[in-house]
């Protein structure tokens, strides 16, 4: 088993088990603001405008994100494109929520009813030749995503393997509104 260390803002680690690889990142939560300076004037000094916080991106238009730019660094690499798969996209959304629900980034989260990716296979009923997942938690969009993965040699070689012919992507947000996603990568046997 491998598992790689911290690269650049995400932690990644990876952990290989023939035919399955597995992949993880975090961003780092944000550094707490710095406190207010205290003003001692006569007059009390008008409120500062606030604009509105930028729209939060919807969780589906990441998931469509991030599938196209999967195939796009594909492409890139002159591989195949890989299919959607509706199998694949179950098992990644089921660990997204497991993963939301314990606040915690994982392949395996024991206790749950399905830590296991091969678990999570079998319950959708996906019978994989290959099989592999990348998980990551924080990121707000696909194309922040996919920079991470790319930087990150063992999600890019899961994204860029020759093994896989589908894909499917799952996300979830905690109670806390932090995002947990993964892409679940097969080939089907046949």
Known sequence: MRRGG??????????LALPTA???????PPPPPAPEPVVEAPAPSPPPVRRP?????SVATIVDTLF???????????????????????AAQLQAEQMAAAG??????????????A???KLVGYGARASGENVAEGYTSGAALMAGWMTSAPHRANILSVRYTE??????R?????????????RPRV
């Open 6 to 15: 911290l690269v650049g803002p995400a932690r990644a680690c990876l952990a």
């Open 167 to 172: 894909t499917g992507v799952g996300m979830a």
């Open 119 to 121: 678990s999570r296979l």
């Open 68 to 90: 196209i730019l999967t195939n796009r660094e594909r492409t890139r690499a002159n591989l195949t494109p890989l299919r959607r798969s509706s199998e694949l996209a179950r």
């Open 53 to 57: 916080a930028p729209p939060a991106r």
């Open 174 to 186: 905690s109670k806390s509104g932090r995002i947990y996603s993964v892409q679940v990568f097969g």
């Open 104 to 117: 915690k980034l994982a392949h395996e989260i024991p206790g749950t009813r399905y830590p296991t990716l």
């Open 22 to 28: 597995l992949a993880c990142s975090r961003t780092p």
